[in-house]
């Protein structure tokens, strides 16, 4: 599969990995829109948001519980963060498999875009 992000779970493309579990992997994104720029991803192909069943419903608690995670460990819990997915051309999501952005150490903008 023509998959940047499964590439990445394979080891084909190197990335900085921050947690990894049999369900998801976690990994620095490669242009940082903040100090702390991370993305959750499930291991599982998925495309989008929309392509989550009822049965995938314990799989994005479980990502947000690793955001939750990584958001204390990366020392942005306590001042504050946004997590951000991304779905479909207007959403603004450019790689095609499903991932939560984990944004923080700065200021964020009020707006939502
Ligand atoms: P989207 O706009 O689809 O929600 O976000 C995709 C994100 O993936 C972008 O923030 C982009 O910087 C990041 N990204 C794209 N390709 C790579 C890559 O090869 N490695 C890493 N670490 N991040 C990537
Ligand atoms: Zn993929």
Do not use: W
């Not at 084909?12 to 049999?22: A, K, L, M």
């Not at 620095?28 to 959750?40: F, S, T, Y």
């Not at 946004?82 to 707006?111: A, D, T």
């Amino acid at each position: 599969m023509d998959c940047i992000f499964c590439k990445i779970i394979a080891g084909q493309i190197p990335s900085d990995v921050v947690y990894t579990d049999n369900k998801v992997i976690a990994f620095r994104d490669i242009n940082p829109l903040a100090p702390v720029h991370l993305l959750i991803i499930p291991r599982e192909h998925i495309t989008t948001l929309n392509d989550i069943s009822e049965q995938e419903t314990m799989l994005m608690g479980h990502m947000l519980q690793v955001a939750r995670q990584l958001a204390k460990q990366h020392g942005i819990a306590t001042k504050g963060y946004r997590v951000v997915i991304n779905c479909g051309p207007q959403g603004g999501q450019v790689v095609q498999h499903l991932h939560m952005h984990l944004l923080g150490g700065r200021e964020l903008s009020g707006g939502m875009g």
